[in-house]
């Protein structure tokens, strides 16, 4: 049996953490959609216990909601992450003061705000993807 010694620093448990993806909300079903299936994908890949959506306006759940969900899953820090191209007044405004209310809210969890998927380099490889399909169905 392994006991640790005096220069052995005991493993950190890392914190239960949900991911709280958030996209903007559309009153079209089919525009939705897509965050659906790809909270559906993150459940299946394990790397995240708790993984919801939620929607900006139009559309429940609502930011709020989808965090009381986290929470009473067990999480103990949720990430928001904006499911947005760039940070404009919803993510520098709206996200910022959402994150900002549910510490309030629940100051038991650690939320914090990712950065939207702006200028992440795969969006890069993404874009060139879609335009070589356009220019193949000419």
Same mark, same amino acid.
């Given at each position: 049996?392994?006991?640790?010694?005096e220069?052995?620093?005991?493993?950190?448990?890392?914190?239960?953490?949900?991911?709280?993806?958030?996209?903007h909300?559309?009153?079209?079903?089919?525009?939705?959609?897509?965050?659906?299936?790809?909270?559906e +994908?993150?459940?299946?890949?394990?790397?995240? %216990?708790?993984v919801?959506?939620?929607?900006?306006?139009?559309?429940?759940?609502?930011?709020? +909601?989808g %965090?009381?969900?986290?929470?009473?899953?067990?999480a103990e820090?949720?990430?928001?992450?904006?499911?947005?191209?760039?940070?404009?007044?919803?993510?520098?405004?709206?996200?910022?003061?959402?994150?900002?209310?549910?510490?309030?809210?629940?100051? +038991?969890?650690?939320f914090?705000?990712?950065?939207?998927?702006?200028?992440?380099?795969?969006?890069?490889?993404?874009v060139?993807?879609?335009?070589?399909?356009?220019?193949?169905?000419?």
């Amino acid at each position: 049996m392994h006991s640790p010694s005096e220069n052995e620093e005991p493993e950190a448990v890392a914190p239960k953490t949900a991911l709280l993806l958030i996209a903007h909300g559309s009153r079209e079903e089919n525009a939705n959609a897509d965050l659906h299936y790809l909270v559906e +994908q993150l459940r299946q890949n394990g790397r995240y %216990a708790i993984v919801v959506a939620s929607f900006l306006e139009l559309v429940e759940p609502d930011i709020e +909601q989808g %965090a009381e969900r986290c929470v009473a899953l067990g999480a103990e820090r949720v990430i928001l992450l904006p499911y947005f191209l760039s940070a404009g007044v919803h993510v520098t405004r709206d996200l910022t003061e959402a994150c900002r209310k549910l510490t309030a809210q629940h100051p +038991q969890v650690e939320f914090r705000l990712a950065e939207p998927l702006g200028r992440h380099p795969l969006l890069l490889q993404i874009v060139t993807e879609r335009a070589r399909r356009a220019e193949k169905q000419l």
